[in-house]
């Protein structure tokens, strides 16, 4: 069983009387340990296939399911609790509080996952991503390359078994791209399931697969 099935996406929005087809009929699944680049123009609907898999938006037609249970028209709070427990969300310039410290966002992340007050894994997940002298520091204090592999460490806080990327990679230096790539990897090669909405070749060539959005439509993949 795919620990990730999208079945038949359809996503409408409306600005006026105009309809706008944001996806169309979308299926893909994703496996345990695989890593999949999800690419395609400014537009196509790569955003919205994410927010859909994380359940914070809902199909107008289609459905998705998370290791056999479905996250699609569920309440609110059943959404979010399968999100905090199951899915790491990994954006470059949106995973941090800019009033807490790097490793409070950490401990943040994992008491909304209920992972309790230990701190083991906390200085564990600070100390795997180079960031041990950014412990107290805030968001606005550190480096670019910084704040990506913190919020590589606040997606991965809760110990999800799927981590969605959008765009990790847009607004870092080529070296700090290349980490984030190898930490991917990495993770990927340890069972974690990553979709990753990308507009760079490099990290798309590490990739398992490619899926390719072109107005809303999966062309291939």
Request: proline share 4%; with cysteine.
């Amino acid at each position: 069983m795919p620990v990730v099935q999208a079945s038949n996406l359809y996503r409408f929005f409306h600005s006026g009387d105009t309809e706008v087809v944001a996806l169309r009929n979308v299926t893909m699944n994703l496996a345990a340990g695989e890593m999949v680049a999800l690419v395609g123009p400014s537009g196509s609907g790569k955003s919205t296939l994410l927010n859909l898999l994380a359940g914070l938006d809902e199909p107008d037609g289609g459905y998705v399911e998370l290791e056999g249970t479905r996250v699609s028209r569920r309440p609110e709070t059943v959404r979010a609790s399968i999100r905090a427990q199951k899915i790491g969300i990994f954006m470059q310039s949106a995973n941090l509080f800019d009033h807490l410290s790097v490793a409070d966002n950490v401990r943040m992340r994992r008491w909304l996952a209920n992972k309790g007050p230990n701190e083991e894994p906390v200085a564990e997940l600070i100390g795997a991503f180079g960031l041990s002298a950014c412990w107290n520091a805030l968001p606005s204090e550190i480096s670019g390359g910084e704040a990506a592999r913190a919020g590589l460490a606040v997606a991965l806080a809760g110990e999800p078994r799927v981590l969605l990327c959008d765009e990790p990679t847009a607004e870092v230096d080529t070296e700090t791209e290349k980490s984030v790539i190898r930490q991917l990897i990495d993770l990927k090669r340890r069972g974690l399931s990553i979709l990753v909405a990308t507009h760079s070749q490099a990290l798309a060539k590490a990739a398992d697969r490619i899926l390719q959005l072109q107005d809303g439509g999966l062309i291939h993949g």
